[in-house]
């Protein structure tokens, strides 16, 4: 499960409802006390507490905080009120878009003491009959069947949910429900009739853990930047799915053990005073919190805790501990986690602001990870893709509102990337030295180009290296990093040499190229691969030894020239890792596409990244391919 969509209401400067599309990486930017922070705040009250009264919009006019989550990529079936799998389709608690939309609302009371109510916004059927459903037990739904007459031979009388379609049923017979957004209750009361306690408690299982971190925050004994990540550890280890059914096996043996004493006990109450012991139950009011239970730290030989050392001690340890995830996530099947951080560049060495920032990528491309971070640094926020990029800023009327980089149609949302470029004061480098532009199709492309003439200049130092050349600009023609976007709004209409490198899978590339190459301007040059697309170079030998690197061990056959390669690694991948059939990861089409997308694309990274690293002169020359990129770097050099 992962989160698709913030909205916040009057909650601090968020007087007005905003909505704030979220992806896998979100780059929060903005003016100093404009509302960065105040989003990850927001998210760690939803997931882990409540607001104070404080927090309440400062034109508000008593009305309650609204925090709403909408979220994505969810289970296909799920345990609800009893051990009968459902799915949330199945008890119609999606929204018209077919995503779980969860709103909690705080109210305040005069006295100042703050509450907290759930609902679910879901397309629910228009029948007030079933409205109080969910909230209903067993024995009820039994009863209600029974006052209606219902007899079918479906209906599983032991089984909440089959008493229920029975119901809905009832009602509907022809099976054409009428449905309508409803804002149902599921957080319940301490009543026993009141089932939506136990079906909140199940539901909120299956949400993302959530943890936030703000790393210039004045540390203790007891907490910290350096504690945070060892609570976070606990807390995700509690979650995976081979130790929270032995938790649930402990808290059953506890509570049925403990509830016998009890019962016991009022029994021989019942002796001495029958009228007090027939006001009497057992109950467990609390969930067990396991993480409070376990306690872990970092310290050195001497016992002295790692925040009693400095700020840069202490974030290092923070940068290693994102940096083990994201090799614990590849080879573990782990639960779903948002992290969230507080400007992670602060007091920082250059080179370490970008590993923090090249191990937050690298973690939202990870299964089941979703990140967030707020920063003022220009470096770091060129180096993510524009759709990450989140821009507050407040309105003429001075209420808060939250852009996105790229507008709902995937194009550029010029306006707000020049208003980012500004704020964060992010000039390009001169390029009075580039004399070529590389066109190529995407990032991809650039990394896969920068590590084959790396390859080949090793070989022969004739043959130009493009890492780190002064003389070379890339342009992606889609590209997605605001790094890019500068680059290409700066070089524009200045008159540098073009080599246009393109893949051969794509009919408008070729003829572009063909079109291009048919100009007979001696300053231009367009290329398409022979092979299929720059992935096709690769030897299936350099694929799996990168893999194994972490742990994946892929059965992968020979490459061939018209393979789509990202898509054969990722086939490979998902079967070496996952129990599930890559054609049935979803029920659902749309969701199933969405899946092997995501897969593909963080496949196509590792292996322009990662692979070609394991490449060999040998290597290339087995697949084909060392006289045609050697001919390109060759025309590249050619301009310079």
Not at 188 to 199: Q, V, W
Request: net charge negative; hydrophobic share 35%; charged share 30%.
């Amino acid at each position: 499960m992962k989160l698709k969509k913030l909205k916040l209401k009057n909650f601090r400067g968020y007087s007005s409802e905003v909505e704030i599309e979220v992806t896998d990486l979100n780059v929060i930017i903005g003016k100093n006390d404009i509302g960065k922070s105040t989003i990850l705040e927001a998210l760690d009250i939803f997931f882990n507490g409540k607001p104070e009264k404080d927090d309440w919009c400062i034109n508000n006019d008593g009305t309650p905080i609204e925090m709403t989550c909408v979220f994505n990529d969810l289970q296909d079936e799920i345990i609800l009120d009893d051990s009968i799998r459902t799915s949330l389709a199945e008890e119609y608690l999606l929204n018209d878009e077919g995503d779980l939309e969860i709103k909690k609302k705080y109210p305040i009371s005069n006295a100042g003491s703050v509450s907290e109510e759930s609902y679910i916004v879901c397309n629910y059927p228009d029948n007030e009959n079933l409205l109080d459903l969910l909230s209903k037990k067993r024995q009820t739904l039994q009863l209600q069947v029974d006052d209606l007459k219902i007899e079918s031979e479906d209906l599983d009388r032991r089984q909440n949910k089959s008493l229920r379609n029975a119901i809905r049923n009832h009602y509907y017979p022809d099976g054409n429900i009428v449905l309508q957004t409803t804002e149902i209750k599921v957080d319940g009361s301490l009543n026993t009739e009141d089932n939506r306690k136990k079906i909140w408690t199940s539901l909120k299982k299956y949400l993302p853990l959530y943890s936030l971190f703000f790393v210039d925050k004045p540390l203790n004994d007891q907490d910290g930047d350096i504690q945070d990540p060892m609570k976070e550890i606990i807390k995700e280890v509690l979650n995976r799915d081979n130790i929270s059914p032995l938790l649930e096996q402990l808290k059953t043996a506890v509570q049925e053990a403990s509830t016998f004493m009890a019962e016991r006990t009022i029994e021989k109450l019942n002796e001495l005073d029958s009228n007090l012991a027939e006001t009497l139950r057992s109950n467990f009011p609390k969930e067990p919190s396991w993480n409070t239970i376990f306690k872990l730290t970092l310290e050195d030989e001497r016992g002295i805790p790692l925040n009693k050392r400095g700020s840069g001690m202490r974030r290092l340890v923070l940068l290693s501990f994102f940096r083990a995830q994201i090799e614990n996530r590849r080879t573990t099947d782990s639960p779903s986690i948002i992290y969230a951080l507080e400007e992670p560049e602060t007091s920082q060495h250059p080179d370490f602001q970008m590993m923090i920032i090249n191990a937050l990528k690298e973690l939202s491309e990870t299964d089941n990870s979703q990140v967030f971070f707020t920063t003022h640094n220009s470096n770091l926020a060129k180096e993510v893709p524009k759709s990450s990029l989140r821009y507050v800023y407040k309105n003429d009327a001075g209420i808060c509102n939250v852009e996105s980089g790229l507008n709902s149609d995937g194009t550029d949302n010029e306006n707000i990337i020049d208003k980012i470029i500004e704020t964060l004061g992010a000039l390009p480098d001169p390029k009075n030295k580039v004399k070529v532009l590389i066109f190529v199709e995407g990032e991809n492309d650039i990394n896969g180009l920068l590590g084959f003439s790396k390859l080949l200049n090793n070989e022969d130092s004739n043959i130009i290296n493009l890492e780190n050349n002064e003389n070379v600009a890339f342009i992606p023609t889609g590209g997605s990093q605001l790094k890019f976007y500068i680059e290409k709004k700066y070089l524009d209409g200045l008159l540098q040499a073009q080599v246009h490198i393109y893949d051969s899978d794509k009919p408008d590339y070729i003829k572009s190229v063909s079109d291009l190459n048919a100009e007979n301007n001696p300053q231009k040059f367009g290329f398409n691969t022979i092979k299929t697309e720059l992935e096709n170079y690769l030897h299936q030998d350099a694929i799996k030894e990168c893999y194994a690197e972490n742990g994946i061990v892929i059965n992968l056959t020979n490459i061939l020239d018209n393979d789509d390669v990202p898509e054969k690694v990722a086939i490979a991948v998902h079967e070496a890792t996952s129990s599930s059939d890559w054609y049935n990861m979803h029920t659902d089409p749309l969701k199933l596409a969405e899946k092997q997308s995501s897969k593909i694309s963080r496949a196509k990274k590792m292996l322009n990244t990662k692979a070609i690293e394991k490449m060999s002169i040998e290597r290339l020359k087995e697949r084909g391919g060392y006289d045609e990129i050697r001919l390109w770097l060759e025309k590249i050099k050619s301009y310079i």
